[in-house]
């Protein structure tokens, strides 16, 4: 009969101390899920438009710290959140290594483009002054030439809008269709393709 | 001392090719004068018109000073 008592008590107390360390889990684990909610939200909008492809990382990787601490896993919980923390910050640091990235081949682009669509304007302009086409370059291949300028001119608007609006990838990408229209245009016009148009 | 300017100096110096946006971005069209032509014959080439030997002139202002005198190996910029 003792013998009952005694394993029913210790039952009773092996539960406790379970459920005592339980709830000694779930505080951490909770405010460590409050803070890498908190870096994972501060970190999302930029990682999306810098590092899109990592952006869904975060996501998965909250609702899965979310989805343990549920069940009542607060170690893993505690865990997950921890790690996520720390991604968070370590895309921001990469967030802000790529913006200085972008920035910089926008700087360039942006500098050395202009002038190489004011060399093609400038040649447009003259050889639509000219009574005879030189050899090589046929009216078509004219005509071509100046619905390219035209184009370019526009991409490079849109490009210089995009940048001015703080989406340097957009102003990039926009840069980069640029760059091969006016390469296009250069062969065209029998006119020499700089270096950075080649790539 | 400051480096004396060699004032026969032709085509594009250093600074001139890289100056704003980079080397990588110049798209200036260079004709190396050959014997016997003249601005004339150069603009009947790339622009297929001689009477727009000025344009070349123009853009050649800081090494011809007379359209009708440019000298063999003479470096043009072509606009």
Sequence with gaps: ?199 | MAEKKDPWAIGPTTDEKQGEGGAAFDATQWHEVKKGETLWKIAEQYYGDGNLYSKIFDANRDVLKDPNRINVGQKLRIP
């Excluded at chain 1, 779930?26 to 803070?35: Q, R, S």
């Excluded at chain 1, 290594?97 to 920035?103: G, Q």
């Design chain 1, 1 to 199: 009969m003792y013998r009952h008592i005694y394993g029913f008590i210790v039952m009773i107390l092996a539960a406790a101390m379970l459920a005592a360390c339980g709830s000694r889990d779930k505080e951490p684990a909770e405010t460590a899920l409050k803070a890498a909610e908190a870096a994972v939200n501060t970190a999302k909008a930029e990682v999306s438009k810098y590092l899109p492809d990592q952006a869904a990382a975060l996501d998965a990787g909250l609702a899965a710290a979310r989805e343990k601490f549920n069940k009542g896993d607060y170690k893993g919980a505690l865990s997950d959140a921890q790690a996520l923390s720390a991604k968070a910050n370590e895309l921001a640091s990469a967030v802000a290594a790529k913006k200085a990235e972008l920035s910089k081949a926008w700087e360039e682009v942006s500098t050395g483009m202009p002038k190489v669509m004011e060399a093609i304007k400038s040649r447009v302009d003259i050889l639509s002054q000219s009574k005879k086409l030189p050899a090589g370059i046929t009216a078509e291949k004219f005509a071509e030439a100046k619905a390219g300028l035209e184009e370019m001119t526009k991409q490079w608007t849109e490009a210089t809008a995009a940048s001015t609006g703080g989406n340097l990838s957009d102003a990039l990408a926009k840069a980069t269709a640029v760059k091969k229209k006016a390469a296009e245009v250069l062969t065209a016009l029998n006119m020499p393709v700089p270096e950075a148009l080649k790539s």
